[in-house]
Protein backbone atom coordinates (compact mmCIF):
# COMPACT_ATOMS: atom_id res chain seq x y z
CA UNK A 1 0.00 0.00 0.00
CA UNK A 2 1.11 3.47 -0.52
CA UNK A 3 -0.13 6.21 1.96
CA UNK A 4 -1.20 9.70 0.88
CA UNK A 5 1.94 11.60 0.21
CA UNK A 6 2.60 15.30 1.13
CA UNK A 7 5.64 15.47 -1.26
CA UNK A 8 8.92 15.51 1.39
CA UNK A 9 11.53 13.85 -0.99
CA UNK A 10 15.31 12.77 0.62
CA UNK A 11 17.77 11.45 -1.87
CA UNK A 12 20.96 10.52 0.74
CA UNK A 13 24.03 9.78 -0.66
CA UNK A 14 22.42 7.69 -3.52
CA UNK A 15 24.74 6.36 -5.93
CA UNK A 16 23.80 4.16 -8.89
CA UNK A 17 24.88 2.18 -12.25
CA UNK A 18 22.76 1.14 -14.85
CA UNK A 19 25.80 -1.52 -15.79
CA UNK A 20 28.25 -2.77 -13.60
CA UNK A 21 31.16 -0.39 -13.74
CA UNK A 22 29.90 2.45 -14.24
CA UNK A 23 28.59 4.67 -11.94
CA UNK A 24 25.86 7.40 -13.22
CA UNK A 25 25.44 8.81 -10.10
CA UNK A 26 27.54 9.29 -7.06
CA UNK A 27 26.70 10.13 -3.76
CA UNK A 28 23.51 12.52 -4.55
CA UNK A 29 22.25 14.23 -1.30
CA UNK A 30 19.24 16.64 -1.48
CA UNK A 31 16.49 17.23 0.25
CA UNK A 32 13.44 19.20 -0.90
CA UNK A 33 10.29 20.16 1.16
CA UNK A 34 6.55 19.89 0.16
CA UNK A 35 5.56 21.96 -2.47
CA UNK A 36 9.14 23.26 -3.14
CA UNK A 37 10.44 23.90 -6.90
CA UNK A 38 13.71 22.33 -7.70
CA UNK A 39 15.56 22.93 -11.18
CA UNK A 40 17.84 20.04 -12.10
CA UNK A 41 20.49 21.79 -14.39
CA UNK A 42 23.70 20.42 -15.45
CA UNK A 43 25.60 19.11 -19.32
CA UNK A 44 24.01 16.59 -21.09
CA UNK A 45 24.42 13.14 -19.75
CA UNK A 46 25.13 14.19 -16.51
CA UNK A 47 22.42 11.98 -14.96
CA UNK A 48 19.75 15.00 -14.30
CA UNK A 49 17.13 11.87 -15.94
CA UNK A 50 18.65 9.16 -14.02
CA UNK A 51 17.88 10.81 -10.78
CA UNK A 52 14.23 11.29 -11.67
CA UNK A 53 13.61 7.83 -12.56
CA UNK A 54 14.94 6.28 -9.33
CA UNK A 55 12.18 8.43 -7.80
CA UNK A 56 9.63 6.79 -9.72
CA UNK A 57 11.26 3.51 -9.32
CA UNK A 58 11.87 3.34 -13.02
CA UNK A 59 15.34 1.64 -12.05
CA UNK A 60 16.44 0.51 -8.91
CA UNK A 61 19.14 -1.06 -7.49
CA UNK A 62 20.52 1.83 -5.71
CA UNK A 63 22.89 2.54 -2.86
CA UNK A 64 22.18 5.01 -0.25
CA UNK A 65 18.54 6.06 0.24
CA UNK A 66 15.58 7.69 -1.19
CA UNK A 67 12.86 8.44 1.04
CA UNK A 68 9.32 10.64 0.29
CA UNK A 69 7.43 11.44 3.65
CA UNK A 70 10.22 9.90 5.56
CA UNK A 71 8.86 6.35 3.84
CA UNK A 72 11.33 4.55 2.00
CA UNK A 73 10.41 4.37 -1.45
CA UNK A 74 11.60 0.75 -2.06
CA UNK A 75 8.90 -0.38 0.68
CA UNK A 76 5.94 1.82 -1.30
CA UNK A 77 3.71 0.03 -3.44
CA UNK A 78 5.22 0.82 -6.91
CA UNK A 79 1.98 1.75 -8.77
CA UNK A 80 0.50 3.76 -5.50
CA UNK A 81 3.88 5.75 -5.46
CA UNK A 82 3.81 6.49 -9.04
CA UNK A 83 0.02 7.40 -8.86
CA UNK A 84 1.52 10.36 -6.78
CA UNK A 85 3.79 11.39 -9.32
CA UNK A 86 3.08 13.15 -12.40
CA UNK A 87 4.81 13.41 -15.39
CA UNK A 88 5.28 16.57 -18.18
CA UNK A 89 7.95 14.98 -20.36
CA UNK A 90 9.28 16.50 -23.56
CA UNK A 91 7.86 13.54 -25.53
CA UNK A 92 4.21 14.51 -24.80
CA UNK A 93 2.54 10.91 -24.63
CA UNK A 94 -0.96 10.93 -25.98
CA UNK A 95 -2.73 7.47 -27.12
CA UNK A 96 -5.26 7.13 -30.04
CA UNK A 97 -8.71 8.00 -28.15
CA UNK A 98 -10.53 11.16 -27.57
CA UNK A 99 -9.09 13.98 -26.13
CA UNK A 100 -11.83 13.92 -23.20
CA UNK A 101 -9.83 10.22 -22.50
CA UNK A 102 -6.53 11.49 -22.76
CA UNK A 103 -7.13 14.44 -19.94
CA UNK A 104 -9.45 11.50 -18.00
CA UNK A 105 -6.04 9.20 -18.14
CA UNK A 106 -4.89 11.45 -15.25
CA UNK A 107 -8.28 10.26 -13.18
CA UNK A 108 -10.47 8.01 -14.11
CA UNK A 109 -13.23 8.56 -12.00
CA UNK A 110 -13.27 12.23 -12.98
CA UNK A 111 -16.20 13.94 -14.25
CA UNK A 112 -16.66 15.95 -17.54
CA UNK A 113 -16.85 18.99 -15.98
CA UNK A 114 -13.44 17.97 -14.15
CA UNK A 115 -11.92 17.48 -17.08
CA UNK A 116 -13.15 20.13 -18.46
CA UNK A 117 -11.50 22.78 -15.65
CA UNK A 118 -8.45 20.79 -16.01
CA UNK A 119 -8.41 21.68 -19.29
CA UNK A 120 -9.40 25.59 -18.82
CA UNK A 121 -6.55 25.54 -16.32
CA UNK A 122 -3.66 24.48 -18.52
CA UNK A 123 -4.97 26.91 -21.11
CA UNK A 124 -5.90 24.24 -23.28
CA UNK A 125 -9.86 24.47 -23.45
CA UNK A 126 -8.74 27.16 -26.72
CA UNK A 127 -7.41 24.93 -28.72
CA UNK A 128 -9.61 21.84 -28.13
CA UNK A 129 -12.83 24.24 -28.82
CA UNK A 130 -11.41 24.72 -31.73
CA UNK A 131 -11.13 21.28 -32.86
CA UNK A 132 -14.27 19.71 -34.78
CA UNK A 133 -16.04 17.84 -32.32
CA UNK A 134 -14.06 19.71 -29.58
CA UNK A 135 -13.69 17.82 -26.09
CA UNK A 136 -14.72 14.01 -28.39
CA UNK A 137 -11.97 14.59 -31.20
CA UNK A 138 -10.10 11.66 -31.98
CA UNK A 139 -6.76 11.42 -31.93
CA UNK A 140 -4.65 10.03 -34.17
CA UNK A 141 -1.90 7.69 -33.52
CA UNK A 142 0.63 9.87 -31.06
CA UNK A 143 -1.56 12.71 -31.11
CA UNK A 144 -0.46 13.13 -34.71
CA UNK A 145 -3.17 15.53 -35.46
CA UNK A 146 -1.85 17.60 -32.84
CA UNK A 147 1.31 20.13 -32.58
CA UNK A 148 4.01 19.46 -30.09
CA UNK A 149 2.65 22.52 -28.30
CA UNK A 150 -0.84 21.07 -27.99
CA UNK A 151 0.14 18.02 -26.49
CA UNK A 152 1.97 19.58 -23.96
CA UNK A 153 -0.86 21.56 -22.83
CA UNK A 154 -2.71 18.12 -23.05
CA UNK A 155 -0.27 16.43 -20.84
CA UNK A 156 -0.53 18.88 -18.53
CA UNK A 157 -4.38 18.66 -18.17
CA UNK A 158 -3.84 15.61 -17.54
CA UNK A 159 -1.64 16.05 -15.00
CA UNK A 160 -3.60 18.54 -13.08
CA UNK A 161 -6.45 16.51 -13.17
CA UNK A 162 -4.05 14.02 -11.90
CA UNK A 163 -3.49 16.26 -8.91
CA UNK A 164 -0.24 14.22 -7.64
CA UNK A 165 1.68 15.76 -4.59
CA UNK A 166 5.20 15.34 -6.58
CA UNK A 167 5.77 16.38 -10.70
CA UNK A 168 8.49 15.94 -12.91
CA UNK A 169 9.08 17.91 -15.69
CA UNK A 170 11.14 17.91 -18.61
CA UNK A 171 11.23 21.30 -19.93
CA UNK A 172 11.10 22.01 -23.64
CA UNK A 173 13.62 22.34 -25.86
CA UNK A 174 11.87 22.08 -29.23
CA UNK A 175 10.79 25.19 -30.54
CA UNK A 176 6.84 26.24 -30.45
CA UNK A 177 5.80 29.73 -31.51
CA UNK A 178 5.67 32.00 -29.00
CA UNK A 179 2.15 32.48 -28.00
CA UNK A 180 2.24 28.44 -27.26
CA UNK A 181 5.43 28.88 -25.34
CA UNK A 182 3.25 31.27 -22.78
CA UNK A 183 0.42 28.96 -22.38
CA UNK A 184 2.41 26.12 -21.45
CA UNK A 185 4.88 27.94 -19.11
CA UNK A 186 2.33 30.03 -17.19
CA UNK A 187 0.13 26.45 -17.47
CA UNK A 188 2.94 24.51 -16.13
CA UNK A 189 3.54 27.55 -13.51
CA UNK A 190 -0.53 26.68 -12.26
CA UNK A 191 0.50 22.83 -12.61
CA UNK A 192 3.14 23.33 -9.87
CA UNK A 193 1.39 25.45 -7.45
CA UNK A 194 1.58 23.86 -4.45
CA UNK A 195 3.53 20.71 -5.53
CA UNK A 196 6.99 19.08 -5.31
CA UNK A 197 8.50 19.99 -8.27
CA UNK A 198 11.41 18.70 -10.06
CA UNK A 199 12.18 20.27 -13.19
CA UNK A 200 14.74 19.42 -15.83
CA UNK A 201 15.30 23.19 -16.56
CA UNK A 202 16.78 24.53 -19.73
CA UNK A 203 15.83 28.26 -19.10
CA UNK A 204 17.15 30.47 -16.94
CA UNK A 205 13.38 32.12 -15.72
CA UNK A 206 12.23 28.49 -14.51
CA UNK A 207 16.47 28.43 -12.90
CA UNK A 208 15.78 31.64 -11.53
CA UNK A 209 12.28 31.37 -10.25
CA UNK A 210 13.41 27.53 -8.60
CA UNK A 211 12.94 27.85 -4.34
CA UNK A 212 16.26 25.36 -5.02
CA UNK A 213 18.85 24.58 -7.83
CA UNK A 214 20.55 21.25 -8.12
CA UNK A 215 23.48 21.60 -10.49
CA UNK A 216 24.85 18.18 -11.74
CA UNK A 217 28.00 17.55 -13.14
CA UNK A 218 29.27 13.90 -14.07
CA UNK A 219 26.70 12.58 -11.51
CA UNK A 220 27.67 14.43 -8.85
CA UNK A 221 25.63 17.59 -7.30
CA UNK A 222 28.41 20.28 -8.11
CA UNK A 223 26.41 23.01 -6.24
CA UNK A 224 22.94 23.49 -5.18
CA UNK A 225 20.78 26.56 -3.26
CA UNK A 226 18.77 29.09 -4.17
CA UNK A 227 19.82 31.10 -7.16
CA UNK A 228 21.29 34.01 -5.37
CA UNK A 229 23.77 31.80 -3.92
CA UNK A 230 25.07 29.89 -6.63
P1 LIG B 1 20.40 14.90 -21.09
O1 LIG B 1 20.48 16.35 -20.68
O2 LIG B 1 21.12 14.63 -22.36
O3 LIG B 1 19.00 14.36 -21.07
P2 LIG B 1 20.96 13.71 -18.48
O4 LIG B 1 21.73 14.64 -17.61
O5 LIG B 1 19.50 13.59 -18.23
O6 LIG B 1 21.23 14.06 -19.99
P3 LIG B 1 21.03 10.85 -18.08
O7 LIG B 1 19.99 10.55 -19.10
O8 LIG B 1 20.65 10.73 -16.66
O9 LIG B 1 21.67 12.31 -18.33
O10 LIG B 1 22.26 9.92 -18.41
C1 LIG B 1 23.42 9.85 -17.58
C2 LIG B 1 24.34 8.80 -18.12
O11 LIG B 1 23.73 7.52 -18.01
C3 LIG B 1 24.73 8.95 -19.58
O12 LIG B 1 26.08 8.65 -19.70
C4 LIG B 1 23.89 7.94 -20.29
O13 LIG B 1 24.54 7.47 -21.42
C5 LIG B 1 23.72 6.85 -19.25
N1 LIG B 1 22.43 6.15 -19.38
C6 LIG B 1 21.21 6.72 -19.34
N2 LIG B 1 20.24 5.80 -19.46
C7 LIG B 1 20.85 4.60 -19.56
C8 LIG B 1 20.41 3.24 -19.68
N3 LIG B 1 19.10 2.96 -19.73
N4 LIG B 1 21.35 2.28 -19.77
C9 LIG B 1 22.66 2.57 -19.72
N5 LIG B 1 23.14 3.82 -19.60
C10 LIG B 1 22.27 4.83 -19.51
Known amino acids: ?3 SLTGKVDFRDVSFSYKADSPILN ?3 FQAMPGEKVAIVGPTGSGKTTIVN ?3 RFYEGTDGSITI ?3 DIRKLNKRGLRSQIGMVLQDAHVFSGTIRENIRFGRLEATDKEVEKAARLANAADFIARLPHGYDTMLETEGSNLS ?3 RQLLTIARAILADPAILILDEATSSV ?3 TEMQIQQAMKTLMQGRTSFVIAHRLSTIQD ?3 ILVIQSGRIVEQGPHEQL
Request: aromatic share 4%; glycine share 14%; proline share 5%.
Open 210 to 212: ADR
Open 1 to 3: ECP
Open 148 to 150: HGQ
Open 69 to 71: DGF
Open 54 to 56: LLT
Open 27 to 29: GVT
Open 177 to 179: DTR
